[in-house]
């Protein structure tokens, strides 16, 4: 089964966190909010610590 990082942006406060350990999954739009880019442009567990590091857990795993 496969599943995907999601951004709830309503939580994100634009620290970049995500982006500098999962720089090929997340960016930063042009509201300096995170979005995914491509689900699966890191490894599980290097996305899985950039899960873990946002001080607002504003990311989580979507099960499909
Ligand atoms: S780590 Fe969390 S708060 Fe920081 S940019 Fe990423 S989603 Fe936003």
């Known amino acids: 089964m496969a ?7 309503t939580l994100c406060i634009s620290c970049g966190l995500c982006t500098e350990i999962a720089g090929g999954t997340f960016e930063l739009d042009e509201n300096n909010l995170s979005r995914v880019i491509d689900p699966t442009g890191d490894p599980e567990e290097v996305i899985q610590d950039a899960i873990d ?12």
Not at 53 to 64: F, H, K
Request: aromatic residues 6%.
């Open 3 to 9: 599943r995907a990082p999601v951004v709830d942006q």
């Open 53 to 64: 590091s946002c001080p607002v857990e504003a990311i989580s795993w979507c099960e499909e």
